[in-house]
T-cell receptor
């Protein structure tokens, strides 16, 4: 399928290593954040979310860290696998009642065999 | 259960024409959002509907419109198509306003 973004920052990681994908968000009023994974030719797939009253949330092989002081999110993927190769987006919801999400530009993760 | 279904998957239109894209949300989901995705601009919010009411709209010209039906299905329409409207149009649904599930999108090419 057509690439999601032609000039995305790319993170190359060896299979089995841990990956850390970073995202800076724009609005200190944002209170809900989501990480999405998008594979070629598909729509974004929900990975994990976190609310602003939390600093860390863990899922299966994934952890999201939220630093509200510097408005920074990170997604950590443990034991990265070839199937993790995709573009990863963070999305912020700018406060209750706005009903829209602002997406980051995305990071392409390449897993090297 | 079935996911978010978008039709058609691919579409080619000529400049000046109009187009209607369809989205069937996950059963029970009442919130439907639309996004435009392009390599240059990334994912851009178009609008969101809940119970047939538009609750928020992104910064797109009036040529972009949408609606939601009583069964939560949604359509978006783009009139007077321009080359720059070529994009992947994504629909997402949610029970309320969190944890949106996306469809695979409709790829629109304007020639």
């Amino acid at each position: 399928g057509e690439s999601v973004g032609l000039h995305l920052p790319t993170l190359s990681v060896q299979e089995g290593d841990n990956s850390i994908i970073n995202c800076a968000y724009s609005n200190s009023a944002s209170d809900y954040f989501i990480w999405y994974k998008q594979e070629s030719g598909k729509g974004p797939q929900f990975i994990i979310d976190i609310r602003s009253n939390m600093d860390k949330r863990q899922g299966q092989r994934v952890t999201v860290l939220l630093n509200k002081t510097v408005k920074h999110l990170s997604l950590q993927i443990a034991a990265t696998q070839p199937g993790d190769s995709a573009v990863y987006f963070c999305a912020e919801n700018k406060g209750s009642g706005t009903y829209k999400y602002i997406f980051g530009t995305g990071t392409r993760l390449k897993v090297l065999a | 259960k079935a996911g978010v279904t978008q039709t058609p998957r691919y579409l080619i239109k000529t400049r000046g024409q109009q187009v209607t894209l369809s989205c069937s949300p996950i059963s029970g989901h009442r919130s439907v959002s639309w996004y435009q995705q392009t390599p240059g601009q990334g994912l851009q919010f178009l609008f969101e509907y809940f119970s047939e009411t538009q609750r928020n709209k992104g910064n797109f010209p009036g040529r972009f419109s949408g609606r939601q039906f009583s069964n939560s299905r949604s359509e978006m329409n783009v009139s007077t198509l321009e080359l720059g409207d070529s994009a992947l149009y994504l629909c997402a649904s949610s029970p309320a306003n969190y944890g949106y599930t996306f469809g695979s999108g409709t790829r629109l090419t304007v020639v």
